[in-house]
């Protein structure tokens, strides 16, 4: 079936460091592919998206590309800063009428000054 | 206003007790969902409904029924809570799989 598989965490970077969460799924077809991000006792948010092969997803610094060779959507970000610290959710969808999001394990991000 | 909004935040109940979640989004989509959030973080669809028909019903105990009045109101009801029923449950809603979802904020059941 379907499965996604991130980087273990917890991610420990000092702040302006480089940010990459690796992410590589498993799915017959085209599925779309997002990054989610969960603050601490929050839910969870679209942090970025993409639908198909060679797209590349942007959002506040973050960006992934859809590699379909490689089955990968790594998260990276030039610069992260404290505010980044949180829960960060790969995810597919099959193109079906279900919508189902499968989710990754989620990797800990935690960014100190 | 919030687009995807829960009911209640926290939950603490005794074991045996029977309890509900209700879940309202006014975004206007089609399709909401319940999913479960374990200890661990890992998150896994519960249900889902697409105007009011029930499309996903993972292997969820029957304990767990879920009911939706209309297409912005999906509610969890839960019969005989167990200690393995604690956990953050989140609502959620979509208008299209490519679209992704929005997320309610998540009610934390604690079962004691």
């Known amino acids: 079936g379907d499965s996604v598989t991130q980087m273990e965490g917890p991610v420990t970077l000092s702040e302006e460091a480089f940010l990459t969460i690796n992410c590589t799924y498993t799915?017959?077809?085209?599925?779309?592919l997002f990054w989610y991000v969960q603050y601490p006792g929050e839910g969870l948010q679209l942090l970025l998206k993409?639908?198909?092969?060679?797209d590349k997803g942007s959002n506040k610094g973050f960006e992934a590309t859809y590699r379909k060779e490689t089955t990968s959507f790594h998260l990276e970000k030039g610069s992260v800063q404290v505010s980044d610290s949180a829960v960060y959710f790969c995810?597919?969808?099959?193109?079906?009428?279900?919508?189902?999001?499968?989710f990754g394990q989620g990797t800990t991000l935690q960014v100190k000054p | 206003d919030t687009a995807v909004s829960q009911t209640p935040k926290y939950l603490v109940t005794q074991m045996g007790n029977d309890k509900s979640i209700k879940c309202e989004q006014n975004?206007?989509?089609?399709?909401m969902y319940w999913y479960k959030q374990d200890s661990k973080k890992f998150l896994k669809i519960m249900f889902s409904?697409?105007?009011?028909?029930?499309?996903i019903n993972e292997t969820v105990p029957n304990r767990f029924s879920p009911k939706s009045p209309d297409k912005a109101h999906l509610n969890l009801h839960i019969n005989s809570l167990e200690l393995g029923d604690s956990a953050v449950y989140f609502c959620a809603s979509s208008q299209g799989v490519s679209y992704g979802y929005t997320f309610g904020s998540g009610t934390r059941l604690t079962v004691v």
């Open positions: 799915a017959t077809g085209y599925p779309s």
């Open positions: 975004l206007g989509h089609d399709t």
């Open positions: 995810a597919l969808a099959r193109s079906s009428n279900t919508g189902k999001l499968i």
């Open positions: 409904y697409n105007n009011k028909e029930l499309i």
């Open positions: 993409a639908t198909k092969a060679d």
